[in-house]
């Protein structure tokens, strides 16, 4: 039995080091004991500022140093050390002239570093590299981990995603992963529209950021008419949105990825309606990324494996986090499709 949550939280993390920053962090196989640590930390983190939420005296503790924030403190140490260590490795390599270096996203920020030095400062580096972490890693797995879900629960969805995997890709049962993984190309991934829907119809019932927020920068009056004064903040629950019938119909509790298809192939609802990567001039900038890497994930483990729920009878259940958590993670069978 797999705990398919923990795996997924693993491999997005080390595909945002790798695309992000050209580093092999290697999480999902352990074989990196300083990024282990990092990414342990990175998790506890999360987990403990968010309690913050729940602890009246979190500010006391912190200035004590004792509990919760004392954890916090060596973890964020844990944290800023391996960051820098990152930014000054990959700087070192770049001012070797490595070629390859420039091709992510860090060195593409060090290099506006140079022209901007004053402003973009390691510290300011490293909250960018943060600040991808935060928005990229949990979201993506969570959304993989209730979209598994949903599978199991859907045995015909997985089954049809299964189909339209082989004959998109038109591979051979006893293809090995690494040729399999290769031919995935953007092109091939843009035909695979069944399974798209079957992501958007997951995120659209459970939105891996469930409730988000803003706050004015100006007096505003919003279209129902309801005045906004400047500094007020204003939130919007996107799971609860997800199903209201008033937007998606008297099925809206309901998976059925076939609501987003039209003869067959993809069709996008406005960002207002479907609100999981938010919407307007602060939508969600890793949205088109956010899909490619779930749609090259599920498409190697559908094509080799069927996957069943531990427990069939299982209903999982959220934990309160930033992002839409599956408590306990999701205990999975996965049975290899060329087995009878
Ligand atoms: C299923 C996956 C994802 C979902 C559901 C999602 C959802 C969201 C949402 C709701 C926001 C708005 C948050 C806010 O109001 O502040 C957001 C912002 C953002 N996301 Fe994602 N995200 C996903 C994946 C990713 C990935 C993989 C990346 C990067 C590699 C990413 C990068 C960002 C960034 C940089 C922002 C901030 C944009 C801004 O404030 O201008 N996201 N995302």
Redesign the pocket.
């Known amino acids: 039995m797999i705990d398919i949550q923990d795996w997924l939280m693993k491999s997005t993390l080390d595909s945002?080091f790798k695309v992000?920053f050209g580093v092999d962090l290697d999480t999902l196989s352990g074989s990196k004991e300083q990024g282990t640590r990092f990414s342990k930390a990175f998790d506890d983190s999360n987990f403990i500022i968010f309690h913050r939420f729940v602890d009246l005296f979190w500010e006391v503790k912190r200035y004590l140093n004792i509990g919760l924030e004392a954890q916090l403190k060596r973890n964020l140490k844990v944290i800023d050390d391996f960051v820098f260590q990152l930014i000054h490795s990959k700087r070192e390599l770049m001012n070797t002239g490595f070629e390859r270096s420039k091709e992510d996203m860090l060195s593409r920020f060090l290099m506006a570093s140079i022209e901007d030095p004053e402003n973009m400062t390691d510290k300011y580096l490293r909250d960018i590299i943060l600040?991808?972490l935060i928005?990229?890693k949990d979201?993506?797995a969570n959304?993989l981990t209730w979209f598994f879900y949903m599978l199991c629960k859907h045995p015909f969805v997985q089954e049809k995603i299964a189909m339209e995997i082989k004959e998109v890709t038109a591979m051979p049962e006893n293809q090995n992963i690494e040729g399999f993984a290769e031919c995935l190309t953007d092109e091939v991934l843009d035909k695979m529209h069944y399974l798209h829907a079957a992501l958007t119809e997951t995120?659209r019932l459970y939105?891996?950021?469930p409730l988000?927020g803003?706050s004015a920068e100006e007096d505003d009056v919003l279209p129902n008419g309801m005045k906004v004064k400047k500094g007020d903040g204003i939130s919007y629950m996107a799971y609860a949105m997800g199903r209201l019938t008033e937007i998606w119909g008297e099925n809206a509790e309901e998976f059925i990825p076939e609501r987003w298809l039209d003869n067959g192939k993809f069709l996008p609802q406005s960002s207002f309606k479907f609100v999981?990567?938010?919407a307007g001039p602060?939508i969600?900038?890793?949205?088109e990324?956010?899909y490619r890497?779930?749609k090259i994930l599920a498409a190697v483990l559908i094509f080799f494996f069927k996957f069943k729920l531990g427990d069939e009878s299982y209903i999982a259940r959220y934990r309160t986090m930033f992002t839409l958590h599956m408590d306990k993670g999701l205990h999975l069978l996965a049975f290899h499709r060329s087995c009878p």
């Open positions: 945002i992000g600040n991808f928005a990229g979201t993506s959304t995120l939105p891996a950021v988000d803003k999981a990567f938010h602060r969600c900038l890793g949205k990324f956010a890497q779930m």
